[in-house]
């Protein structure tokens, strides 16, 4: 199965990549809102129709929901391991 592999090393690369564009994303709420930004983008320019877009959207927003609420706990029962792994594709919960 494929998964994502989410790292702090890809995350401080992509954080950079935004501070190269604008320098503000160096605060991490503000890269956060180009992250959001760009995913709204992302899905109003894909060939699917509204519906399904908003049906996306809020999977995606379930996504990050799990990996913050999956982070936090791995950090209230061990110390942080700095990656996290796993597929989200369409129509999963």
Request: charged residues 25%; negative net charge.
């Amino acid at each position: 199965m494929d998964q994502l592999k989410l790292s702090q090393q890809l995350i401080d690369s992509v954080q950079e990549a935004l501070v190269s564009a604008d320098a503000r994303a160096s605060d991490p709420l503000v890269a956060m809102q180009y992250l959001s930004a760009i995913m709204g983008y992302a899905l109003a320019k894909t060939n699917m129709p509204p519906t399904a877009r908003r049906d996306a959207l809020d999977q995606l927003n379930a996504l990050a929901r799990h990996v913050m609420e999956d982070l936090e706990r791995e950090s209230q029962t061990r110390p942080p391991a700095g990656e996290a792994f796993g597929v989200w594709r369409p129509g999963d919960p």
